[in-house]
């Protein structure tokens, strides 16, 4: 099993980003993907997460209205478009799957990939 994030970089504030995730050895169509993020110093937090399938989202309440997440069945990915990014979306971020169910809580996870860099500047 493999996932493997995509999409960060560098933007101003106000700009946007889409982050994909590419699942390998499991399928979106079975398995919840959350995106988290760690900034420096601080935990790892949730931010989105969708039930398999394209089931039902969550969002972290501070990028609600501004992210969005979605599935691909076909390309065994998942997205999340973050639009209005701030200076505080600034971290490292992390797709995970979980056969479970969608969550917002880490330690759920089973499989992880290795993070993409976000970073906003003002």
């Known amino acids: 099993v493999q996932l493997v994030e995509s999409g960060g970089g560098l933007v101003h504030a106000g700009e946007t980003l889409t982050l994909s995730c590419l699942l390998s050895g499991i399928r979106v169509e079975d398995y919840a993907v959350g995106w988290f993020r760690q900034a420096p110093g601080k935990e790892r937090e949730g931010v989105s997460c969708?039930?398999?399938?394209?089931?039902?989202?969550y969002y972290e309440a501070s990028v609600k209205g501004r992210f969005t997440i979605s599935s691909d069945n076909a390309k065994n990915t998942v997205y999340l478009q973050m639009n209005g990014l701030e200076p505080e979306d600034t971290a490292v971020y992390y797709c995970?799957?979980?056969?479970?169910?969608?969550?917002?809580?880490?330690?759920?996870?089973?499989?992880w990939g290795q993070g993409t860099q976000v970073t906003v500047s003002s």
């Open positions: 995970a799957a979980d056969s479970v169910g969608a969550t917002m809580l880490a330690s759920e996870y089973e499989y």
């Open positions: 969708i039930g398999p399938n394209n089931g039902t989202a």
